[in-house]
């Protein structure tokens, strides 16, 4: 069995190689909190907390990217946390994004 990377079934846009800051928000139930957008593929995304991560194990959330001009396609995408470390979490998408990488990439980056 390969790496966890070679498993991976999207190509991730991996936002700190391009020095981009982008901010998620994400919404769990009525509680709200902001995280940084440290990688994203058309499944899912990996983001960061530089405060106190709230215990989201297993949680369904909603998650938004904040201030990109996407006709609401990074909007409210209902998702579900797949795994935590540390201040990280990674959500897996409940519907797999409709565009292609270079066009993700060009949205987030």
Same mark, same amino acid.
């Given at each position: 069995?390969?790496?966890?990377?070679?498993?991976?079934?999207?190509?991730?846009?991996?936002?700190?190689?391009?020095?981009?800051?982008?901010?998620?928000?994400?919404?769990?139930?009525?509680?709200?909190?902001?995280?940084?957008? !440290?990688?994203?593929?058309? *499944?899912?995304?990996?983001?960061?907390?530089? /405060?106190?991560?709230? %215990?989201? =194990?297993?949680?369904? +959330?909603?998650?938004?990217?904040?201030?990109?001009?996407?006709?609401?396609?990074?909007?409210?995408?209902?998702?579900? !946390?797949?795994?935590?470390? *540390?201040?990280?979490?990674?959500?897996?998408? /409940?519907?797999?994004? %409709?565009? =292609?990488?270079?066009? +993700?990439?060009?949205?987030?980056?």
């Amino acid at each position: 069995m390969g790496t966890h990377a070679e498993r991976r079934q999207y190509a991730r846009i991996q936002l700190c190689a391009y020095g981009v800051d982008t901010v998620c928000i994400v919404m769990h139930g009525q509680q709200r909190c902001h995280l940084d957008l !440290v990688d994203i593929s058309a *499944g899912g995304a990996r983001l960061k907390a530089k /405060d106190p991560l709230p %215990d989201f =194990a297993g949680s369904r +959330l909603v998650l938004s990217v904040h201030g990109v001009k996407d006709s609401g396609r990074l909007q409210n995408l209902p998702a579900q !946390v797949r795994w935590r470390s *540390g201040q990280e979490i990674g959500v897996q998408f /409940d519907t797999k994004l %409709d565009m =292609a990488v270079q066009e +993700l990439q060009h949205l987030v980056g």
